[in-house]
């Protein structure tokens, strides 16, 4: 190369001097095309970075933003590098060849910035789907207890309804039963003052009104109701019957509306669980 240029510095001529200008214009763009990333070097501010947050160690919100905000200021401080850079390069011969050499370390560099500043924004999001779902579960949870207090309490009132109505209907057959007993015991009270009255009028003697003999009756004429005929007695016993019937029928009702309350109660509360339990799967899913 060195004799080539003697040879054209001693010779007139220009195209000697053209051909020669060409010659070099030819190098400097060889020289340019020589520079690719791989024999770029990493910045000492970058490589520092990457040591201090290697790949798959954030495991907190407060780490992934102290990444962000790391990769956030290198990147500023190599916009600030790269125009320092661009300005030097315009006191070198081949500047061209500088840029491309400015523009390739800028390039490299924030391409091993990248993969920091993903990892950060892929860990936070993952957070935040997990603080959702967390608070999707918590939600459901919390209306499931509502719900089951909403059942127990439901339970409770118709448990209250059901003995109170159970209540009712005892005492309402109770004291049936006791008028009735009552009843019974003073009729059998008015036909011992029956017969033991008119036992008295037939052994008393015959009274004489008007020069004639009449057969005192003064208890059947007092007592003009005190009897009772077999028709009668069949028929307040037939009431007793239909009575003492309907108290039962009407216990009977009491306990069928009971049960199928209970029914009623179990099945909303299986139908509340599965869909608890549908809502997490989704959730989980």
């Not at 791989?38 to 970075?49: D, F, H, N, Q, T």
């Not at 401080?77 to 006191?91: H, K, S």
């Not at 400015?102 to 789907?129: H, W």
């Not at 003064?218 to 007793?240: F, G, W």
């Amino acid at each position: 190369m060195t004799k080539l240029m003697m040879v054209v510095f001693s010779e007139r001529g220009w195209l000697r001097r053209f051909v020669f200008a060409g010659m070099l214009l030819l190098l400097g763009v060889m020289q340019g095309c020589a520079h690719t990333e791989e024999g770029i070097s990493l910045s000492p501010r970058v490589k520092a970075l990457m040591e201090e947050f290697p790949a798959g160690t954030i495991d907190s919100v407060e780490e992934a933003d102290e990444v962000l905000d790391a990769v956030n200021y290198e990147n500023k401080m190599l916009d600030y590098q790269f125009g320092v850079d661009m300005d030097a390069c315009t006191q070198r011969f081949l500047v061209n060849n500088c840029y491309d050499e400015a523009q390739l370390r800028l390039r490299k560099d924030r391409a091993a910035l990248r993969p920091l500043s993903v990892e950060a924004d892929r860990f936070k999001r993952s957070n935040k789907v997990r603080l959702r779902d967390e608070a999707l579960v918590d939600a459901e949870q919390e209306e499931l207890g509502k719900a089951q207090q909403r059942e127990a309490s439901s339970r409770r009132y118709e448990e209250k309804e059901a003995r109170y109505l159970e209540g009712q209907a005892a005492s309402g057959a109770d004291e049936q039963s006791a008028k009735r007993q009552a009843s019974r015991v003073k009729y059998d009270e008015k036909q011992e003052r029956y017969l033991d009255m008119k036992a008295a009028d037939e052994a008393s003697p015959p009274k004489v009104e008007d020069g004639a003999y009449t057969v005192g009756t003064p208890s059947k004429l007092k007592h003009p109701d005190t009897t009772l005929t077999p028709e009668q007695r069949a028929k307040n016993v037939q009431d007793y019957e239909d009575k003492q019937l309907e108290a039962e029928k009407k216990q009977e009702s009491v306990q069928r509306r009971t049960a199928e309350t209970q029914a009623k109660r179990d099945k909303r509360a299986a139908d509340a669980g599965k869909e608890v339990k549908r809502k997490q799967k989704e959730a989980k899913d």
